[in-house]
């Protein structure tokens, strides 16, 4: 079961142990396991669902490509539990270790391997999610997912923090309608000015301001 509380700004904040549920999308749309939605009917193409999460935290290890952190880690294992039931059809991310690492699971249950996208065609990459019927998962990162929000239709919340990892963004776009966009927010709670996966690592981490946002 997922608990869920409504905060500010349209802001849902979710606990959960198996799956993401409770998400009413449109009036006429109940919330319902995994999103079911309404097939389309005639000439248009079918609903589009799109889960959209930054990577999970990483660890502080001095290269360009680092790996999740432990505390990256726990949380990829919480989105597994909240997104089990979602029925993903396409999972996409990045071609670095920390993006391709939150998604790896998602992608190994579908059987296949995770598609790659250049952030830098953000574009590109919405346009083949709104021309693909199904459940999309994207791993992306902080300067880039919100950016895709918005190229999908949907209302981003504002920039993502550099040590902000916890947002869930869902996407649903029904044919001949305008999206909608829910955020949720899970695992460890962001907190302004702590970075739980450095300091994991190696300690308490130096001014946010001294780290790229990524």
């Not at 904040?13 to 198996?18: H, I, K, L, P, V």
């Not at 990577?55 to 952190?69: F, N, Q, S």
């Not at 993903?88 to 998602?106: A, Y």
């Not at 190696?202 to 001294?210: A, E, K, L, N, W």
Request: proline share 8%; net charge negative; charged share 20%.
């Amino acid at each position: 079961m997922v608990w869920c509380r409504a905060g500010k700004n349209s802001v849902v904040r979710c606990w959960s142990t198996a799956l993401l549920a409770a998400v009413s999308v449109l009036a006429a749309v109940p919330p319902v396991s995994g999103l079911q939605l309404p097939e389309s009917s005639g000439g248009d193409s079918g609903p589009v669902v799109v889960y959209l999460v930054r990577h999970a935290e990483k660890a502080d290890d001095g290269t360009d490509d680092p790996p999740l952190a432990l505390a990256g880690q726990i949380r990829v294992r919480m989105l597994e539990q909240l997104l089990s039931d979602a029925g993903l059809t396409h999972v996409h991310t990045t071609d670095l270790k920390r993006t391709r690492d939150t998604v790896r699971p998602f992608a190994e249950a579908l059987g296949e391997d995770a598609i790659i996208y250049d952030p830098r065609q953000l574009g590109v990459l919405a346009a083949t999610i709104l021309g693909t019927p199904g459940t999309h998962l994207v791993s992306g990162h902080s300067n880039t997912t919100p950016l895709l929000v918005a190229a999908l239709g949907g209302d981003p919340f504002g920039p993502i923090d550099e040590l902000e990892y916890d947002r869930l963004y869902i996407v649903v776009i029904l044919p001949g309608q305008a999206p909608v966009t829910t955020l949720l927010r899970f695992g460890e709670p962001y907190v302004e000015g702590s970075d739980f996966g450095l300091r994991a690592e190696r300690g308490s981490p130096g001014p946010p301001s001294s780290r790229r946002r990524n």
